[in-house]
């Protein structure tokens, strides 16, 4: 069964350089590539992304951190990868979210640390199953941003809106 699911390089696997590093290991899984960017978090994005995790008291650590304001560097690195059994197989790649409870192997196991302050800092973040990659991917991209048709789509016309376009 094809699916979609987001990833994340995370502020901390941009500082360490592993970008090369992590899409080395993904390609493994012969998965298509459909939507890549780099971006800066917004804190409404970020508290958007984890609110699941509202609750927990390492939220306004969990935050800062994915906005890069742990690592000094301020974006991430998101992509849409594709095909069978996308979810399984780049969770598997990546690991379990406890960096020391992950694979060795894994990309957790392998660059992942635990902060003094108790945040995981995991590198990557891969969705969890198909409705939450289905709700990450509608946060993180616009449709016109990923080349395939993964979700219904609707034309608005949007009036008013200010753009900015080259000069
Ligand atoms: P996941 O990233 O493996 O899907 P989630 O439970 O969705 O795990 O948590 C999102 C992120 O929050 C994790 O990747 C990790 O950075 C952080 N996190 C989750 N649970 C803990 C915890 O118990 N302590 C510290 N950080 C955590
Ligand atoms: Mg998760």
């Known amino acids: 069964m094809n699916q979609a699911t987001l990833i994340l390089i995370k502020p901390d696997g941009l500082k ?3 970008t090369g590093n992590i899409l080395t290991r993904l390609s493994e899984t012969k998965l298509e590539i459909v939507a890549a960017k780099v971006m800066r978090v917004s804190r409404q994005l970020a508290e958007e992304h984890y609110r ?5 008291p390492f939220f306004e650590e969990l935050i800062k951190y994915i906005q890069g304001e742990l690592h000094n560097r301020r974006k991430v690195m998101a992509l849409v990868y594709w095909g ?4 399984k197989k780049c969770r598997e790649l990546a690991g379990a979210t406890n960096p020391e409870e992950a694979e060795p192997t894994s990309i957790r196991g392998a660059y992942g640390r635990i902060t003094t302050t108790g945040v995981y800092e995991n590198v990557i973040h891969v969705s969890s199953d198909e409705k939450e990659a289905e709700r ?3 946060l993180w991209f616009r449709p016109d941003e990923i080349i395939v ?3 219904p789509t609707k034309e608005t016309t949007v009036k008013e809106q200010i753009v900015r376009v080259w000069a």
Do not use: G, M
């Open 16 to 18: 360490k350089s592993l």
């Open 149 to 151: 048709s993964l979700y």
């Open 84 to 87: 069978e059994e996308a979810i």
């Open 136 to 138: 990450e991917i509608k």
């Open 52 to 56: 699941h995790l509202k609750d927990k």
